[in-house]
């Protein structure tokens, strides 16, 4: 059984239809990768995966239990995390109360500190910032702290929605340096990301959404290597 399955998933903006009938899964320890072009539906799946929009129709099973019409604070203490677009601190709070607002869902308060010092030693500009306000970060110190944001609610998939978007390319070497950890360590992870050929060279498969549609899936490897994914995403 996979961990997460989409299946015939439809949803409409008003009358505008942005996805068209998708399916796909992502198995426990996998990176999938969702590419695709601006307003090809990736971050609108995202939504309707966490709750945060609902669909006409299709379902979304997590770990077996429908999760189509849970609200999207009960799907983060069910073990699902999302990292959104534009990072979306808290810019008026400091890292560490940022930090400590992922784990809000958490009963095991003992453990939480643990958590917060396995985050420092994960993201150490984090722990040297950890009074700093939020929004004082730069872009690629803001994506880390929504990153780890995410990870102190000890979430078993992690949903990452454009996390390089807007960095260096030294930062988004750095950025997928530890979405690569992060998977390393146990977390499942569903990575949508406009920079394909990053996404594709650290995922194990992959989909290619156009239009709200998958019209394309398989190896990650494979798909690095396909002449209509070069021509189209990786500027080759």
Not at 52 to 73: N, R, W, Y
Not at 82 to 97: A, I, N
Not at 147 to 167: T, Y
Not at 187 to 216: C, F, H, M, P, W
């Amino acid at each position: 059984m996979a961990m997460l399955e989409v299946k015939d998933l439809e949803v409409y903006y008003g009358m505008i239809q942005a996805i068209k009938g998708i399916s796909f899964e992502v198995n426990q320890g996998e990176v999938i990768a969702l590419i695709g072009a601006n307003g090809a539906g990736k971050t609108t799946t995202l939504h309707t995966i966490t709750g945060l929009l609902s669909p006409k129709k299709g379902s979304v099973l997590f770990e077996g239990q429908d999760i189509t019409k849970v609200p999207a604070h009960k799907i983060v203490s069910m073990g699902m995390a999302h990292v959104p677009e534009g990072r979306r601190v808290f810019s008026q709070l400091s890292v560490y109360e940022n930090l400590k607002l992922g784990a809000y869902t958490r009963k095991d308060r003992s453990n939480i500190d643990k958590e917060l010092q396995s985050i420092y030693e994960r993201f150490p500009r984090l722990a040297e910032r950890k009074n700093q306000l939020a929004g004082t970060l730069s872009g690629g110190e803001q994506q880390m702290l929504a990153m780890g944001r995410a990870l102190m609610s000890k979430p078993s998939i992690v949903l990452m929605d454009e996390p390089s978007m807007g960095l260096s390319p030294i930062l988004v070497n750095e950025i997928f340096d530890i979405i690569e950890s992060i998977s390393k360590s146990g977390t499942t992870v569903l990575l949508v990301e406009q920079n394909a050929k990053k996404a594709l060279s650290i995922a194990d498969r992959a989909y290619v959404l156009e239009t709200g549609k998958v019209v394309l899936e398989g190896n990650a490897k494979d798909l690095l290597e396909n002449d209509s994914i070069k021509k189209a995403y990786l500027g080759e």
